[in-house]
């Protein structure tokens, strides 16, 4: 069976050396149930993952108990790269997962030795960091309903850019794999205020919803006004 290829393989495209080849030839396909870590605070910085599949929630926590989600992260997305020789964050499947585990230094020797593959990887660091600014900006400064309008904008492109099977026009149509729990967690709020705000959104008509994991938003441009902005950056459609 061929091995899948996922968002590392894509960066990769038109750039060859013996290192690239050997960094493809140590991925391992790994599949996670709901719940499961993939990574652990403090774990050895051993191994990246690149997702082919599911929705991982990126957290902190901190010594008082408390967690921080900093970001969900979905098909065509990798975590695990990091300065340090131990992960300061917790990842864990939402769902049922699949990614592809790659050695940190197989990777490593494959940056240093591939330098139009290294480019493609700094440009997507790059993105990363603009998507930590935009989630700096949706928990700042503004209200509860804001926050969550915003995040139904950060969620729609998200799921654009990151299709499994490549970026694609951007739908009304928005998953919604997390637990209130966890969007609260991501927004720094109580689960009743996210609660409220989405059941505010829907008795005004704003959103309206296909089951307890999707909702679909029926007035984009009251979502836009309340989440401050017309989208999240590097994104396609309308």
Do not use: W
């Not at 149509?173 to 109580?190: C, E, V």
């Not at 989405?198 to 984009?220: D, M, P, Q, T, W």
């Amino acid at each position: 069976m061929t091995q899948p290829r996922g968002h590392i393989a894509e960066m990769a495209q038109g750039h060859s050396s013996p290192e690239l080849d050997h960094l493809f030839a140590e991925g391992r396909l790994r599949r996670f149930s709901a719940g499961e870590h993939l990574i652990t605070e403090g774990e050895a910085t051993d191994y990246v993952f690149d997702l082919l599949g599911g929705t991982v929630a990126l957290a902190r926590n901190g010594r008082d108990g408390r967690r921080q989600i900093l970001s969900f992260m979905g098909a065509r997305q990798f975590l695990g790269a990091a300065s340090t020789r131990n992960y300061p964050n917790l990842a864990t499947a939402l769902n049922d997962v699949t990614a592809i585990c790659y050695p940190r230094s197989a990777l490593e020797r494959a940056l240093e030795t591939t330098p139009g593959f290294a480019s493609e990887f700094r440009r997507v660091l790059t993105r990363i960091l603009e998507a930590a600014h935009d989630h700096v900006y949706t928990v700042g400064q503004r209200s509860a309903m804001e926050r969550v309008a915003s995040f139904l904008l950060y969620l729609r492109s998200n799921q654009a850019r990151f299709a499994p099977d490549g970026p694609r026009e951007k739908s009304i149509d928005i998953d919604l794999p997390m637990t209130r729990s966890d969007i609260a967690d991501f927004l720094g709020l109580k689960i009743e205020t996210v609660s409220r705000s989405f059941s505010a959104l829907k008795r005004a008509g704003v959103i309206s919803y296909a089951n307890s994991h999707a909702c679909r938003i029926e007035k984009l441009d009251r979502i836009r006004v309340l989440g401050g902005r017309d989208d999240f950056t590097q994104h396609r459609g309308a």
